[in-house]
């Protein structure tokens, strides 16, 4: 692990707090200095993002390593450090905090108190995504609960309070499941080389654990009782079907630029910690239970799939699209007891899922944002023709839904087409059927195109303005983004590859020693 | 028989004060008699800094155990006595619009106080009796203190009938205790009933349930919390907080002293284990089931305590040394939280006469200070991170899952808390999110008196102190379990 002198992660994760303070002193009257110290404060952690990504080594493991005693008592570490699976996250997160920062000039109402619980909600993602000490971990996630729930409970639409306790709840609930795992890992935590107890909740040490024959820690029942536990957790927030009953409530309600970052971070967030926790702590249960998660993947797709054919609200269909979208993140994933290629091919697969899906589907929430904005109203039917007094608007939107529903030079047809690669090699059938979803992605996405944008035009919309120069400016990067993994999917692949490769070999020496072992 | 007063002196220091408080209730007149007021704030933590200074260890004994001052009743009493603090300053505005003898107002809260201190030290079950009477007689005339008001009349006549009730049962356990082992001396009585190990012995039990019934009454465990919801909404609000946590507090260091102290030797723990787990199971989910329904926040808070007892009860059940310490950082979280807590409340009435939970819309314009702290004390309540709740609800898990075979009730306790979120975010929805305009208060942003604001800022440090930078206090948490075999 090579150490960075510099505390990077540590500044990424609490500049924005210091925005926060200065927002307190400030007037709810003075609204452009709020919106100038908020960009500021969202801005120097993407700045940061690219000094991380700039000097980030793709073979060198945990890099930008930070280890401080915390709680000494429960052996707690301040532990952060970032690898192949994280730096592209905190990246994204960087900048789709920024971007929806600026999407959110528009909030007028108690914008003071707006901006500070966006900012905290930062705090809480990059810190989930840096931290490799599993208290630290948890911590994070619960902080971004609170903010979470007051952005959509204060700023929401008409069934904001609802929305915003049912995320409240459903997603504690899950993560107070993750707290026992956690608990139950404590305690079973043996010393890599010697297998004496030593109590720790250090993700790497815990991975470590399983790498050799006293990462037996957690044997049968109980390692597959501590991976059902996280996935509640994990699952919960991702949502996998038929956890995701909260997500369209919670999308439909939110202000523009927090569905934003639901969509692009927060869901993100179970993928994440399958990834980091379940996969290489548990590997025993993750290999008891991929094709259950393969299963529940290619369910997600075409039931989100079908369920956004049917939806009249543009935002809904958005939200129900990202339903089916990290569906296909589970089926790339659970591609790995059917070791090798398939193994890393798959999973990066899921990987630049997570990173297009984030760029398209945040895009397309700020779009349907724009038009919301102008029109007061999301109704698909109630639009028709629209592209001739707004092409711009038009090819921008279309530009998106072309990328999410998978066509070739953009993002979301790299993801899609390493999942199946990957997906084929053992699950042929789910595979087959998964396939399917990209025919009712490309149904539900071309009729809203052809409902919205073709035909004729509604003359109840000739007041309608054309999309503004700031709005342009927050979908801008997420194309450029777009377009390029899409032609060149090197820039993404170059920082994963190595990460996602050791860990393939991790998982593959763990469940063989644990087989070995019960014969 | 060894004399050492000397172990005594916060105990002693703070009766005197009480008299002193007494006293001068008559050399003041109407308008200056806030001076009681500091006066008992400075009773308090002058108390507090002589509990830090008094030696403390094991062995510390006084009168032949009578009187212990161990490193777990060193902790509890500056528990209690920052309760009393706490309660006191957020006395401010009650005292001055609706407690006529204020003099014998604050001198009973002090008196009850020395009850817990000794309470919390005793040894030896006769002068653990007598404590809790001294602890919680002047609770009673407290509670009914308003006597204007019906309900805290009412509330005094409940409490003071079932406060009976229940001293008699747990007399009636003690004589058992005594019948069996001959001694009232919990270390000399947990050597001779080992001549019971090895069978389920009626007496024993008859002991355990009588005293478990007893103490259940004053921690208002479920099924013996019916008092509470009642008591809590009818005393004046700086009396129910004083209720909530210093006598839950007390309450708990009387039944670590029993049960740990008395019945652990041997094969006796098996007999209280489960019995205990029951007890918090149905205190987690009476506690926070019924916290749902309820619109005024006084009662809503009193669930919500009983539901805080259940989750301590969790570390109690796990009977080890992460268990004890665990009890003892949550009754420290829980301090600072419900004590802050309740001060928003008295603010509040004081504001706006009323305890509805519905009138509390608005509040973050009214006062950001008040709303901001109430979500802070709240989150702590449910134990949401980086609060102090949180890190004492971990402990308390952890002791659980370390016993092994406790899952069932951890899974329990975690389930409720999704279940109390419900209710403490409701109160945070009303401060934030709902907007209406109040003519009850045209001039928009309130003023709050500087004790009151003591209390709160004093509740909202020690919850983030606690949450972001607990380990002093774990380490501090982890010495009250020197005093104890397991």
Known sequence: MESFSFPILTLMIFIPIIGMLILAFLKQSQLLAIRTVST???????????ILLANYDPGGGFQFVEKVSWIPALNIHYFLGADGISVPMLMLTALLSFISIIASFGITHRAKEYFVFFLLLEVGMMGVFAALDFFLFYVFWEIMLVPMYFLIGIWGGPRKIYAAIKFFLYTLFGSIFMLVGILILYFSSVDPSTGAHIYTLDLTILAQMAQNGNGLFLREGLQLLVWMFFFIAFAIKVPVWPFHTWLPDAHVEAPTAVSVILAGVLLKMGIYGLLRISFPILPYGTDYFSTFLA?????????????????????????????????????????????????????????????????????????????????????????????????????????????????????????????????????????????????????????????????????????????????????????????????????????????LGDLSNSIINGVNIVKGILG | MNIRLDLMIPELFLFCWAIVVLTADLFFIKEKKNILLYMSQFGFLAAAALVIFTPTGPYEMAFKWMFINDPFASFFKIVILLAGFMAVSSSYEAVQKSIEHKGEFFGLVIMSAVGMMFLVSSGELVSLYVALELSTIPLFILTAFQKRYLKSSEAGLKYLILGAFSSALLLYGISFMYGMTGTTVLIAGSINILQYSNSMHFGLVMALALVVAGLGFKLALVPFHMWAPDVYEGAPTPITSYLSVASKAAGLGALVRIIYGFFTVGTASDYWGLLIAILAAMAMIVGNVAAI?????KRMLAYSSIAQAGYILVGFVAAS??????????????????????????????????????????????????????????????????????????????????????????????????????????????????????AANPEGRWILSSPITIAILVGLLGTLIIGIFPQPFLELASTVTQSFVY
């Open chain 1, 40 to 50: 500021v404060f969202s801005g120097i952690p993407l700045v940061l993002a690219v």
């Open chain 1, 295 to 499: 299963v529940l993947g290619v369910i997600g797709i075409i039931y989100g799939a079908l369920v956004s054919m049917a939806q009249k609200d543009l935002k809904k269909l958005v939200a129900y699209s990202s339903v089916s979208h990290m569906g296909y993140c589970l089926l790339g994933m659970s591609v790995f007891s059917h070791f090798g290629q398939e193994f890393i091919v798959g999973i990066s697969g899921a990987m630049f899922q997570m990173i297009s899906h984030g760029l398209i589907t945040g895009a397309l929430f700020l779009l349907v944002g724009v038009i919301y904005d102008r029109a007061h109203t999301r109704e698909i039917a109630a639009f028709g023709g629209l592209w001739t007094k707004v092409p711009v608007y038009g090819s921008l939107m279309t530009f998106f839904c072309m990328a999410s529903l998978g066509l070739p030079g953009l993002s979301g047809f790299i993801s899609e087409f390493l999942v199946f690669v990957g997906g084929f090699a053992k699950y042929k059938v789910l595979t087959g059927i998964a396939v399917l979803g990209v025919v009712l992605t490309a149904g539900y996405f071309l009729r809203m195109i052809q409902k919205v944008f073709l035909g004729q035009f509604n003359i109840k919309w000739s007041d309608l303005t054309e999309i503004n120069f700031r709005e342009i400016f927050t979908v801008t990067p997420l194309a450029i983004l777009t377009l390029l993994i899409g032609i060149y999917p090197k820039v993404l692949s170059y920082m994963i590859d190595d990460t």
């Open chain 2, 293 to 297: 329904l309820q619109s005024n926040i």
């Open chain 2, 321 to 438: 040394q992460l268990g004890l310490s665990g009890i003892s950082i949550y009754i420290f979280a829980y301090l600072f939280a419900n004590m802050g807590a309740f001060a928003v409340v008295v603010a509040v009435g004081h504001k706006l006469n009323s305890d509805k939970i519905e009138d509390y819309a608005g509040m973050a314009r009214r006062s950001p200070l008040i709303a901001g702290s109430m979500t802070v004390f709240l989150l702590s309540l449910a134990g949401i991170p980086p609060t102090a709740g949180f890190i004492a609800k971990y402990k308390v898990f952890m002791a659980a899952i370390e016993n092994g075979t406790l899952l069932w009730l951890v899974m329990i306790a975690v389930a409720t808390t999704v279940v109390s979120i419900f209710y403490y975010a409701r109160v945070i929805k009303e401060m934030f999110i709902t907007e209406r305009e109040v």
